[in-house]
């Protein structure tokens, strides 16, 4: 996985890696493209904003595809229900498979990857992955962080459309793909170590920059560091060491800071 799957073997592996079981999710698919969802304009108005430059995704049939699954998920999990993100992520499998399949697929990464907290209305696990990375990047960069924090640069700010999107948002497709082979075979905390080696590479240029110049790099550039080499991230992500116990504790601090500011509320 380190190299990356053959892609076209990716629709076959992937479904294998996230232990894909029907238990009648392609039956209940059908069903759910007949309901109505009340998401079903939102849908369709960013459908053209994602992955607009894939022609895939530029032709009916591929945005046929994608309003379904998204459409089918909004109505399958009425309380996450939809968002943009939602679409990114659905994207990838589309390019791999059958949408029924894609479907099964993005169920299998809301529920057992834990993608779904990312997406519920009060956003309560997104939360925690930016608390947790904000912990691992002091430790790893504290020069950056304390960069930030000078120049009051919030995780939020550019690391959000990492975990909502799985880094599709901005990422060439061939990179993502390779995001996917990882995430499937080791879980969201690929997702960590990929962030901390994109900022690492950057690190000379962020402590160059202030606050608004450092926003709009954060967002936008910190790809052309890569020039066309942008799988070496892939690489240098696997060199970044992250133990559980560290985002477990961390993940227990952001409960406990959580629990005493609504008890202080």
């Keep these: 996985v380190q190299h990356g799957i053959p892609s076209a073997l990716r629709g076959t592996i992937w479904p294998v890696l996230a232990k894909k079981t029907d238990n009648g999710l392609q039956d209940d698919y059908i069903q759910l493209l007949k309901q109505d969802s009340v998401y079903e304009k939102a849908i369709t ?16 049939v591929g945005q046929e595809a994608l309003f379904n699954v998204v459409k089918a998920y909004s109505n399958y999990d009425p309380e996450v229900g939809y968002c943009q993100g939602i679409a990114f992520v659905a994207g990838p499998l589309l390019l791999h498979m059958p949408e029924e399949e894609a479907f099964c697929i993005l169920v299998q990464l809301m529920q057992k990857y834990h993608l779904r907290g990312h997406y519920t ?31 009051g640069v919030r995780s939020n700010m550019y690391a959000s459309q990492w975990f909502l999107t799985l880094f599709a948002y901005k990422f060439p497709l061939d990179v993502v793909y390779r995001i996917y082979d990882t995430l499937f075979t080791e879980g969201v905390d690929c997702l960590f170590r990929i962030g901390l080696a994109l900022l690492f590479k950057n690190q000379c240029t962020i402590l160059s920059l202030d606050f608004e110049a450092l926003v709009t790099y954060l967002k936008d550039d910190m790809l052309t560091v890569y020039k066309d080499n942008i799988t070496d991230l892939l690489c240098e992500s696997f060199h970044v060491k992250i133990s559980h116990r560290k985002l477990d504790r961390l993940a227990k601090d952001y409960q406990i800071e959580t629990a005493k500011a609504d008890t202080e509320a």
């Design 45 to 60: 108005r960013d459908l053209h904003r994602t992955f607009p430059q894939h022609p895939f995704f530029q032709s009916h």
């Design 121 to 151: 209305p009060q956003l309560d696990l997104l939360r925690q992955r930016l608390y947790q990375f904000d912990g691992l990047l002091q430790d790893h960069l504290p020069h950056i962080h304390r960069h930030f924090n000078e120049q």
